[in-house]
């Protein structure tokens, strides 16, 4: 734990703490959290760029003499994309039992775009260890949702057991004025500051709670490659250093040393060599004389095995499965396929009973508004199915949902199958045709009256 100056206190995974019997933060103890966390956006932003590819070995000074190859391996990109893919590359179904709440509640999602946003939450948090995502009400009056990285944005909690949000913050640098200023949403209210002025005016917050939620995928707050950053800049010097010997062998120097290739008497060997790369030495006697290129030792099997060991270290310590391994290659049985991910589901599954609970949090906010379902207390009621995105075999899918058939009800058979987006729908799809075949079959059948068939037959002269 870290105190910082006046009231508020830092813990492990920059996490910020306020007094609950506070009404609001202190303009100077939120000065002292946005510099602490304008400090924290510079590791942030480190990580952003390693996933860009811009990594350290970029910004080294340049040497003075032989090949200088900067080549970036960036598996942070691939780790990031593999695992959030991975996470969300299956959208997760959120639903409610009650068919009202239920359509209203799909169509804000789609209006809204959440599958969309909460894809690029899971992969902020990939990258930063945390993301945010905020509600707020727009000229319309209609309940909507964005979401904030962590280098312009924090959440402060209060010092209860149960860690409650206190206050969000949003934060930037005014170009005109050079001051920083932002945006402080309280469960009361939402007020505005410049530099260490609040302004008097103050916005209702609709919400009665705290606008925001924050998305991790562990307690500690780290990125997905955070535990590899080193392996990963080993591995950019290795491949670099790699790269400069195969060109130096390109550039390798002849060196003549011992023999008198001048016949002219000036000085210079007769062949057009001088200025070729090479080292001449002349000598009047030649029984010595040694003509070749100079070489350095050869250290490709050592540099090989180390990148080998490298790459391997970075997606074990990761835990983010190398799918162009050979250990994925062939016609590995689904139990051994499941094996070689278990790592990467085990994180998953632990992410995703945080984004459970961040989840729900962040609809209790949207329903407390009264714009988007009936009921204010449906968050309660929320269903959420997460699926991993991985290769599905229709075959045995659909012998499985065969198989399940008048054992489990339809819904919950449904709901563990990749083949089918909503089970709700897909139930009264099912008994829409269920009752068409029916009443299609009666028009037809023997016992049905003259005026039915005389219809069916009407019909089908119209057609």
């Known amino acids: 734990m870290e105190t910082v100056n006046g009231k508020g206190q830092i813990l492990d995974g920059h996490i910020f703490i306020y007094p609950a019997d506070e009404e609001r933060v202190d303009i100077h103890d939120l000065q002292s959290f946005m510099r602490r966390n304008i400090q924290y956006a510079q590791e942030y932003k480190h990580n952003m760029q390693m996933y860009l590819g811009n990594h350290d070995i970029l910004k080294q000074q340049r040497r003075m003499y032989g090949p200088d190859n900067r080549l970036v391996a960036n598996l942070p990109h691939y780790i990031v994309d593999t695992y959030n893919g991975f996470f969300t590359g299956i959208p997760p179904k959120i639903s409610l039992d009650d068919e009202a709440n ?7 999602n789609d209006t809204n775009s959440l599958q969309d946003k909460l894809s690029e939450i899971s992969k902020q948090t990939d990258i930063y260890g945390r993301s945010f995502a ?3 009400q727009d000229e319309a009056s209609n309940t909507c949702v964005a979401y904030a990285s962590p280098v312009e944005a924090f959440m402060i909690y209060d010092d209860t057991v149960a860690r409650k949000p206190f206050a969000f913050v949003r934060y930037w640098r005014n170009t005109e004025s050079g001051l920083w200023c932002g945006t402080i949403y309280y469960a009361d209210g939402i007020e505005n500051f410049a530099g260490t002025s609040v302004e008097d005016t103050e916005t209702p917050n609709p919400y009665s709670m705290v606008p925001a939620v924050e998305f991790y995928g562990n307690e500690e707050r780290q990125g997905v490659f955070d535990n590899v950053k080193t392996l990963i800049d080993a591995l950019d010097k290795v491949l670099s250093q790699k790269a400069n010997q195969v060109e130096y062998f390109d550039n390798a120097y002849l060196k003549i040393l011992g023999l008198d290739l001048d016949e002219d008497g ?10 070729n ?3 001449y030495s002349p000598n009047v006697d030649a029984s010595n004389a040694d003509v070749g290129f100079i070489s350095k030792p050869d250290g490709d099997n050592m540099q090989e095995h180390i990148i080998d060991r490298l790459v391997s270290m970075i997606y074990q310590v990761s835990m983010v499965a190398n799918l162009n391994d050979e250990a994925f290659a062939g016609n590995s049985s689904g139990v051994a396929l499941q094996y070689k991910l278990l790592p990467m589901r085990n994180m998953a599954a632990n992410k995703e009973r945080k984004f459970r609970q961040a989840l729900r949090k962040l609809y209790r906010v949207i329903f407390s508004a009264g714009k988007v379902t009936k009921s204010k207390e449906a968050w309660q009621d929320l269903v959420f199915d997460f699926k991993r995105n991985l290769p599905i075999n229709m075959a045995d899918e659909a012998d499985t949902l065969q198989k399940l058939s008048g054992i489990v009800s339809k819904e919950t058979a449904f709901r563990n199958s990749s083949l ?15 009752q068409e075949a029916m009443e299609e079959a009666l028009k037809y059948a023997p016992s049905a009256t003259d005026q039915m068939k005389n219809a069916g037959d009407t019909n089908d002269d119209e057609e």
């Not at 239920?102 to 804000?108: D, I, R, T």
């Not at 089918?420 to 897909?426: H, V």
């Open 102 to 108: 239920n359509k209203a509640l799909q169509q804000w």
């Open 134 to 136: 905020f509600v707020y």
């Open 266 to 275: 000036d000085g210079l060997p007769d062949a057009n060599l001088i200025g």
């Open 277 to 279: 790369q090479m080292i």
């Open 420 to 434: 089918i987006d909503d089970p709700k729908k897909e139930i009264e799809r099912m008994k829409k045709e269920k």
